[in-house]
């Protein structure tokens, strides 16, 4: 079955490369109209040009209060709204407990964790006036069973469950679902410093045996997206290979 959502509008966070810029091509496969942005805003208009089908780039730093309101409001205006929201951006900073600095804390949650609420928050007020809507949330298996060296970083994965679940509860009477997709270990630039101790850790703990890509993590999305998920809100979605169950 191939999922279509024609003259839906598609808003991604940081859709430049590894998994956001897989789930822009399969929503731009799918028919809809895609929006997306990083802080690198020329890559950004770079890639909605290869993309086709009327996608636009936008410069954005979602940990920014005042640029995430700037991008809605320029999406609104130039797409007339905004259906779906996909909360990708983010990054890691990794260090153990105590050499962990309070810059590296806060980098990483504003953009993971805050940058998702503030989104959200902008994203959403079509949606619930439309009574239609979907907010799908990346967060990480490192959300649900937490990682030696990334206590921020599961940190801000744990808040993106906790917040996915209470929005989900407070948008479901306007039929805007909330969810979120927890990826395993996947093969894109942000895995691509982990050392081949970890890697190998990793690979021995998943029973798929091997690591997953970014088009997997698109598939799951985009089925979140679609119609064929109307009944389901404030669901974690595991896509790892089978590394936590
Ligand atoms: P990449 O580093 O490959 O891509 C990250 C994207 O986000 C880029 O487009 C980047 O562009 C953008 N970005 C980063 N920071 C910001 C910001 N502050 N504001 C706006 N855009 C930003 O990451 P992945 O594709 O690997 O990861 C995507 C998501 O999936 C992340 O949330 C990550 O935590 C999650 N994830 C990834 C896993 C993996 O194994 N790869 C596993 C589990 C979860 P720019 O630098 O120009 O801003």
Redesign the pocket.
């Known amino acids: 079955m191939k999922i279509e959502l024609p003259g839906k509008v598609a808003l991604v966070?940081?859709?430049?490369?590894?998994?956001?810029?897989e789930i822009c091509q399969a929503f731009a496969a799918a028919g809809a109209k895609v929006a997306l942005?990083?802080?690198?805003g020329a890559?950004a208009e770079e890639t909605a040009k290869q993309l086709g089908g009327g996608a636009r780039g936008y410069a954005?730093?979602?940990?920014i209060p005042a640029q995430v309101e700037a991008f809605a409001k320029a999406v609104d205006k130039d797409f007339g709204q905004i259906d779906v929201l996909v909360n990708?951006?983010?990054?890691?900073k990794d260090n153990l407990l105590f050499l962990l600095t309070e810059a590296d804390w806060d980098s990483v949650v504003d953009?993971?964790l805050k940058?998702t609420f503030l989104m959200t928050k902008y994203a959403a007020r079509g949606m619930i006036k439309r009574r239609w809507g979907r907010v799908i949330n990346?967060?990480?298996?490192?959300g649900l069973n937490g990682n030696k060296g990334q206590s921020n970083y599961s940190a801000s994965?744990a808040g993106i469950i906790g917040f996915t679940k209470s929005v989900a509860k407070e948008l479901a009477s306007r039929n805007v679902l909330v969810n979120a997709v927890?990826?395993?270990?996947?093969e894109?630039?942000?895995?691509q410093s982990v050392t081949p101790e970890a890697r190998k850790y990793f690979l021995d703990n998943i029973p798929l045996g091997r690591l997953?890509q970014?088009s997997e993590v698109a598939a799951a999305v985009l089925f979140l997206a679609s119609d064929l998920a109307s009944y389901i809100t404030g669901q974690v979605l595991v896509v790892d290979g089978g590394m936590v169950m």
């Open positions: 966070t940081g859709g430049t490369r590894g998994i956001g810029l942005c990083a802080r690198d890559k954005c730093d979602v940990s990708n951006a983010g990054f890691t953009t993971n940058g990346i967060t990480s298996v490192v994965k927890a990826p395993g270990f996947v894109t630039e942000l895995t997953g970014s």
